[in-house]
């Protein structure tokens, strides 16, 4: 099943020279390719990389593995070889094949890991967010995992999270590759370090901001004193029609707000960091301060055990600002080699899961 039908073949891929002579590969593996190219340089065979787990996925990193063949591989290595596979944005079931090769081994032994690492990377930014956007409509999210990891990877993990129907971004890193879709923005709210840098004035810090960049879809953040109820009474005489404010609560606070909204709230954690009573009671204040038409914003910690407690406890959530949850690695691919010569041998326990002719070849892309 195919869930997503841009067309991301227009996407171009990066990849350091390096890659073609191994500074990428494990060594064990270079050294398979050598020894076969020398011994048996006519023998074909077939190596799958297959998914295993107990719930269907959203794929992704097969067009950049295309490419990366296509980058690494001579015309003549080229030719000795044919590809099928899935698309990104595919649907797939356990047990199931994304991607096979078919030819002599050598001609792609030493990049046999590095597909394996994009593929599992990029799927699995790209089913967490398929499978967050299942719960939310990605107008309303904001993806900011822009801290969460090495920022060198931006521009990849944001094109999975376009494969898995994000849609904006805080970063023009991660908009790299996916920047010419009409359907991307880049934008955000304001940091902590800015209401710091106002000795902790969020009424002064938005006049700046405004002042600036003016104050269409500006959005207050009003944690910074953990006292949401004193942040909106602020704010509210001079920007009663703010875009929102973005609750940021740590998990291990308690907003004073509520606390004296629910004295014995102190003892109960249930009502730590972002949770239904903290925002039904920033809704109430919000609306008894005439900012009835400002949004909710939530962030810290977001994903989708949060995002279910929140929606099922009927907490007026209007935009989600989710970073980690998105990009955490929780999928993995095995790479077997599985037919040699036309012929089933593979290790045990592995064999050919799908008729290769029944696959899309995708030959013609290399």
Not at 28 to 45: G, R, T, V, W
Not at 139 to 154: E, G, P, W
Not at 175 to 201: C, S, W
């Amino acid at each position: 099943m195919q869930k997503n039908q841009n067309n991301f073949s227009s996407i171009k891929f990066d990849f350091d020279p390096r890659i073609k002579d191994g500074y990428y590969t494990a060594a064990y593996l270079e050294k398979a390719s050598k020894i076969l190219q020398k011994f048996k340089p006519a023998d074909s065979c077939i190596m799958q990389f297959t998914f295993f787990g107990d719930k269907p996925i959203m794929v992704c990193g097969i067009n950049e593995a295309i490419q990366l063949l296509k980058f690494c591989l001579t015309k003549q290595e080229i030719d000795l070889i044919q590809v099928f596979g899935r698309n990104d944005g595919d649907i797939v079931e356990p047990k199931t094949p994304v991607l096979l090769i078919k030819g002599p081994y050598y001609v792609f032994a030493k990049y046999e890991n590095v597909i394996d690492s994009i593929l599992a990377r990029r799927s699995s930014v790209a089913n967490n967010c398929y499978q967050t956007l299942k719960l939310v409509n990605t107008d309303n999210v904001l993806y900011m995992a822009d801290r969460t990891d090495d920022y060198l990877i931006q521009k990849y993990d944001g094109y999975a999270a376009y494969v898995g129907g994000i849609r904006h971004f805080v970063t023009n890193a991660s908009v790299e590759l996916i920047k010419h879709f009409p359907d991307i923005t880049v934008g955000g709210t304001i940091p902590h370090a800015l209401i710091q840098q106002f000795n902790g004035d969020l009424n002064q810090t938005l006049h700046c901001y405004a002042d600036l960049f003016g104050n269409d879809k500006m959005i207050g953040l009003v944690d910074y004193h953990n006292d949401i109820e004193h942040e909106i009474k602020s704010i509210a005489k001079d920007f009663p029609n703010l875009y929102a404010i973005r609750i940021d609560t740590s998990s291990n606070m308690i907003d004073a707000g509520l606390i004296r909204q629910y004295p014995s709230c102190i003892n109960d954690p249930h009502f730590k960091g972002i949770n239904p009573n903290l925002v039904k009671f920033a809704r109430k204040v919000l609306d008894e301060n005439n900012m009835k038409n400002t949004k909710i914003v939530v962030s810290s910690g977001v994903n989708i055990p949060k995002i279910q407690e929140l929606i099922e406890s009927n907490a007026p959530v209007d935009l989600w600002g989710i970073g980690t949850s998105l990009i955490t690695r929780n999928i993995h691919f095995t790479a077997d080699l599985v037919y040699r010569n036309d012929t089933p041998e593979a290790k045990t326990g592995r064999k050919l899961f799908i008729n290769i002719n029944n696959i899309n070849s995708l030959t013609r892309h290399i």
